[in-house]
């Protein structure tokens, strides 16, 4: 499947529209397949996701999301830069 390059911007705006309607699981949705885009989209979906969680005042789900946003993809240089650090710092135990 071919994706648009203005996809992301319609999933945000549907996200938003979702949102405004407290249709919180349709908002959490559209910006999944932000995430899932990846990139700064992938950001950019994180953020709402954590913005809608708290408007909704389900504070615990926004909490999780920020910490999974957080996280470094698997296989980014990110996480492999993280792992051989903790190699080098179990060696010098």
Not at 24 to 36: D, F, G, S, V
């Amino acid at each position: 499947m071919r994706r648009s390059p203005t996809a992301p911007i319609f999933l945000e705006r549907l996200g938003a529209v979702d949102r405004e309607r407290n249709k919180t699981a349709l908002a959490i949705a559209a910006y999944q397949k932000m995430i899932e885009l990846g990139g700064e989209q992938a950001a950019r979906g994180y953020q709402n996701q954590v913005d809608t969680w708290r408007e909704a005042k389900q504070y615990d789900k926004a909490v999780e999301v920020a910490q999974k946003a957080l996280r470094p993809a698997p296989g980014s240089r990110v996480e492999a830069g993280a792992g051989r650090r903790a190699d080098g710092l179990r060696q010098d135990r």
